[in-house]
């Protein structure tokens, strides 16, 4: 068990760019979930996937965020035109099933210049 | 009024005390309860998680929860320095998303 794998670590990028990340999870993990944390917060939910399926994606999301999971196995979340608020810590977790609790990654921490 | 409430802290404690970190939740349908542990700059780490009303002991952590009251709470026994961190309470309610507290940050003192 090799627990969930995020990459980059770090991204810095200019505003206005877009960005990437991508997020391994757990093996034989079914659900996959993306949250967003920012200093002095508890993370916050994004979006979810039970395998290939996006079954649910915060209201608070703005179109320019999207996420996949293309095979059911790892997710890449990408944001277009970044912007300064986008500034935060990505992180994806990896749970059995529902019910199940959720192992988080490293996370990937996304600084806009 | 905020779906998961903590207080912020710092919550301090001797070495070798216990800890209670406390946590209430507004929706009354939430079905399971985490703990997650986050060090500075790092990742939350999962610490315990509870479903039924009482008490779940782990080693040196019980979670205790009470639906009626709409509370949760984590004690930590024998304090260590290495347990001084962060502590998040989540709720799961309706769907399969996680609903974080702001976190109460616990400092032990050696």
């Known amino acids: 068990d090799t627990g969930v794998s995020q990459n980059p670590r770090h991204k810095i990028t200019k505003r206005g760019q877009n960005v990437t990340f991508r997020c391994d999870p757990i093996s034989e993990h079914n659900r996959l979930y993306w949250y967003r944390q920012t200093l002095g917060q508890g993370p916050e939910f994004l979006t979810y996937?039970?395998?290939?399926?996006?079954?649910?994606k915060s209201r608070l999301l703005s179109d320019r965020f999207s996420a996949e999971r293309p095979k059911g196995s790892f997710s890449t979340l990408e944001i277009q035109r970044t912007e300064q608020g986008d500034s935060a810590m990505y992180l994806c977790a990896s749970s059995l099933e529902n019910y199940q609790p959720q192992h988080f990654g490293d996370g990937t921490r996304l600084s806009i210049l | 009024q905020k779906e998961v409430e903590q207080n912020s802290g710092p919550l301090s404690v001797p070495e070798g005390a216990i800890a209670s970190l406390n946590c209430t939740y507004s929706d009354r349908g939430s079905q399971s309860f985490f703990w997650y542990r986050q060090y500075s700059g790092k990742s939350p780490e999962l610490i315990m998680f509870?479903?039924?009303?009482g008490d779940k002991e782990d080693g040196r952590f019980t979670a205790q929860l009470n639906k009626a009251s709409q509370y949760v709470s984590l004690l930590i026994r024998d304090s260590q320095p290495s347990d001084s961190a962060t502590y998040l309470c989540?709720?799961?309610?309706?769907?399969?998303?996680?609903?974080f507290g702001t976190g109460t940050r616990l400092a032990v003192r050696p």
């Open positions: 509870i479903y039924s009303n």
């Open positions: 996937f039970q395998n290939e399926a996006q079954l649910e």
């Open positions: 989540a709720v799961k309610s309706s769907g399969d998303k996680l609903t």
